[in-house]
């Protein structure tokens, strides 16, 4: 009887959700100059605010009666679906992916979204035709988990709606510790006792001298000097992972590289040379990243290129070969022991 009410529009109760975005997402519900978001409001009647900052991720709030929400909810997937359809014109895909998005819920109401047995959360599944997915783990510092729905536009409206009903029905009990999003890191580097953040080819000072770090990489044994064999990550002694055995934050870095402006009149491109890692397989996922992104990215950063050997049969590591300028190689020996670091110890990249 709720449901109807709710997806007739008839119960006008105010109502807040968040999504969680990635910033082309969001850019795409801003449009040039804020106009699409700007539409979006005065026809749907929400408000609809957009968490600030430099972040991989950012929170979009709907808020308003639920009607408003739903005419909300449903232009953002409509436009969504448009974004999918232009980026198909340019690729040779043949099957079209769903639409996406990420709700934000409080984890005390996930139960009566799930429902005994995952009853509740089947019987949205079998009525939308939507895909819906609550993550077992909450958000980073909040009380907090993701609610993924997919599936065409009509089918995510459908969806919506019952989970509102479900949020009207059950509230959150307690304090809810909302998802900050945090912003984009940016790998720093210490070369003669000042920070450096990496901006495309640049070594930028970087503006806060980051005093912990700087002093938690000076307890640790920097990176073998290029061209010596550096120690293989040590088996499963994890005991020695953040420090002295193999990952330092301190890095020989040649100046005249990554600070071009440093030493005008010298060759600036040093020669190519080739360094080799020895990684267990175990960790090797976290570096190459769900269907290569992390590797990419550290390609990318480092300016080297790197090889992963294939896995032979008996072994439990595989090699990496590094090659680049001395700086490229220092750089991407720096990414992958971050990413190893964080992998092992749940620290996050430094």
Aim: charged share 15%; with cysteine; hydrophobic share 35%.
């Amino acid at each position: 009887e709720m449901e109807s009410k709710v997806s007739e529009g008839g119960l006008n109760v105010t109502l807040t959700i968040r999504l969680l975005m990635h910033g082309k997402e969001v850019g795409s519900i801003i449009g040039k100059k804020g106009e699409t978001v700007k539409k979006m409001r005065e026809e749907s009647g929400a408000r609809i605010n957009i968490s600030e900052g430099n972040c991989p991720e950012r929170i979009v709030t709907i808020t308003g009666p639920t009607d408003a929400i739903f005419k909300a909810f449903a232009m953002i997937a409509y436009k969504f679906e448009e974004d999918i359809t232009n980026s198909m014109s340019n690729s040779t895909a043949t099957s079209k992916p769903p639409v996406t998005l990420r709700l934000v819920v409080p984890a005390s109401q996930c139960g009566s979204l799930i429902g005994k047995g995952g009853s509740k959360i089947k019987e949205i599944r079998e009525s939308t035709g939507a895909q819906v997915q609550v993550a077992g783990d909450m958000l980073p510092n909040s009380t907090e988990r993701a609610v993924t729905i997919s599936g065409t536009p009509d089918a995510i409206i459908q969806c919506v709606k019952q989970i509102c009903v479900v949020m009207l029905e059950s509230p959150p009990k307690g304090a809810t510790i909302p998802y900050r999003p945090k912003p984009a890191s940016t790998p720093v580097i210490f070369a003669g006792g000042q920070a450096y953040t990496i901006q495309g080819q640049y070594a930028i000072p970087h503006p806060d001298q980051l005093t912990k770090l700087h002093q938690l990489a000076m307890q640790q044994t920097p990176f073998t000097p290029l061209g010596q064999t550096t120690p293989a990550f040590p088996g499963r002694s994890l005991g020695s992972v953040a420090g002295k055995q193999w990952s330092s934050v301190v890095l020989p870095v040649p100046a005249l590289t990554l600070f071009p402006c440093v030493c005008p009149g010298l060759d600036a491109s040093p020669p190519a040379s080739t360094h080799e890692l020895t990684i267990p397989n175990d960790l090797i996922g976290c570096i190459i990243g769900r269907q290569g992104t992390k590797i990419n990215e550290i390609r990318q950063m480092s300016g080297a290129q790197i090889k992963i050997a294939n896995a032979t049969e008996g072994s439990s590591e595989r090699q990496i070969t590094i090659t680049g300028t001395p700086a490229n190689i220092s750089l991407a020996q720096y990414l992958i022991n971050a990413r190893l670091t964080s992998e092992v110890t749940g620290m996050g990249a430094l």
